[in-house]
């Protein structure tokens, strides 16, 4: 399971630490590895046994101050993309057509997030969620993402914003994704739009950010949407 070094300076807290695993059968063993680990600067090996991960991660935040989590908080950019007028298509199409149809997107959609180092978090079936770590490349994404189902005739809106996520495994969750599905949903056909937090970060950038004034997001601690356009000369 690892291992880890304890310091001579740590001795005044073993106690504590001690104390705290004496719910567990073998702690006398625990305490005793430890000590032993203080007093000649040597790796402990714990024994895998019931609650060994609990009493784990209580060590791994004693020596270094923090504990992992399996959920790690991470700064993300978002974007959602959306078809405009799916409904309406999917209905004078046909399910066989339009499945075609979204087979091309999906294969488009997926390039450009590969293009741009995103990562897929989900589809909705008529659109995309993904993450990216900056906010340039999820604005660059968006616009590729326009430019290519153009070409089979799908007008698309997309929104973007960054902000605190939770990330479990390849999973991301959190209110930075409802926001920017409600961006999105604030969009125009083949129109980005950003939250004043993704247009902050990108100054300097060749993005050209045009006001779209103030709006009321659901779920939202700010009430700004600006739109944007930019060149695609990235």
Not at 11 to 24: G, P
Not at 76 to 84: P, S
Not at 106 to 123: H, S, Y
Not at 154 to 176: D, K, M, Q, W, Y
Request: glycine residues 10%; hydrophobic residues 45%; contains cysteine.
């Amino acid at each position: 399971m690892g291992e880890a070094l304890v310091t001579r300076r740590e001795t005044s807290r073993l106690a504590a630490l001690v104390a705290w695993t004496a719910r567990h059968p073998w702690a006398w063993l625990l305490g005793y590895l430890l000590v032993t680990a203080a007093l000649y600067q040597t790796a402990i090996h714990l024994p895998w046994t019931s609650g060994a991960d609990e009493v784990a991660g209580e060590i791994e935040e004693f020596l270094t101050g923090v504990r992992a989590d399996e959920s790690d908080l991470v700064l993300a950019t978002i974007l959602c993309t959306d078809i405009v007028g799916s409904t309406s298509r999917r209905t004078a199409m046909g399910d066989t057509a339009w499945a075609s149809l979204i087979a091309q997107h999906d294969a488009l959609v997926r390039a450009a997030l590969r293009r741009r180092q995103g990562v897929e978090i989900n589809t909705t079936g008529d659109g995309f969620l993904a993450s990216f770590a900056s906010p340039a490349r999820a604005i660059q994404a968006a616009l590729d993402v326009q430019d290519g189902l153009r070409t089979i005739g799908l007008p698309v809106r997309a929104g973007v914003h960054t902000g605190e996520c939770r990330r479990t495994g390849a999973s991301v969750s959190g209110v930075a994704i409802d926001i920017a599905v409600r961006v999105a949903g604030l969009a125009g056909e083949s129109e980005v739009l950003a939250s004043r937090t993704v247009r902050d970060l990108t100054i300097g950038a060749q993005f050209e950010f045009v006001s779209r004034g103030e709006h009321a997001l659901k779920g939202a601690p700010f009430r700004s949407a600006p739109g944007l356009r930019a060149s695609t000369g990235m």
